[in-house]
């Protein structure tokens, strides 16, 4: 399709931005900032910056699960072997009386399956 055919236009030069200027055209006049330049050593700057925030985020989600581990660890611990049948089936029980109270809302599906 030519440049002068309806609804295209033309190339933007600086030749166009200074006409438009000229005009009072100050959106098309205007000049875009520069990207800082993108060298070897600014992506070896930004490389190491990601390895250390990916490591950084790779040592938090460790914490994180070894402190559930610990959690986990604890609670078992806190229970006799032998007694959990009995300590499940008396949980099971309040939270079911606890429902059935309306002290535990489940107001659609999801929750109850979430539950």
Same mark, same amino acid.
């Given at each position: 399709?030519?440049?002068?055919? %309806?609804?295209?236009?033309?190339?933007?030069?600086?030749? @166009?931005?200074?006409?438009?200027?000229?005009?009072?055209?100050?959106?098309?006049? @205007?000049?875009? %900032?520069?990207? %800082?330049?993108?060298?070897?050593?600014?992506?070896?700057?930004?490389?190491? #910056?990601?390895?250390?925030?990916?490591?950084?985020?790779?040592?938090?989600?460790?914490?994180?699960?070894?402190?559930?581990? #610990?959690?986990? @660890?604890?609670?078992?611990?806190?229970? #006799?072997?032998?007694?959990?049948?009995?300590?499940?089936?008396?949980?099971?029980?309040?939270?079911?009386?606890?429902?059935?109270?309306?002290?535990? %809302?489940?107001?659609?599906?999801?929750?109850?399956?979430?539950?």
């Amino acid at each position: 399709m030519p440049i002068d055919s %309806p609804g295209m236009h033309p190339p933007f030069t600086s030749d @166009t931005a200074r006409e438009a200027g000229a005009k009072g055209n100050a959106t098309q006049a @205007t000049k875009r %900032p520069r990207a %800082p330049l993108f060298t070897s050593e600014t992506a070896r700057e930004l490389g190491r #910056k990601g390895g250390l925030k990916r490591a950084a985020n790779a040592a938090a989600k460790r914490a994180a699960e070894l402190e559930d581990q #610990k959690a986990l @660890t604890r609670l078992r611990e806190a229970f #006799k072997r032998q007694d959990l049948g009995k300590d499940a089936l008396i949980t099971a029980h309040d939270v079911i009386a606890r429902v059935q109270a309306g002290e535990i %809302p489940i107001r659609n599906g999801t929750e109850a399956a979430n539950f």
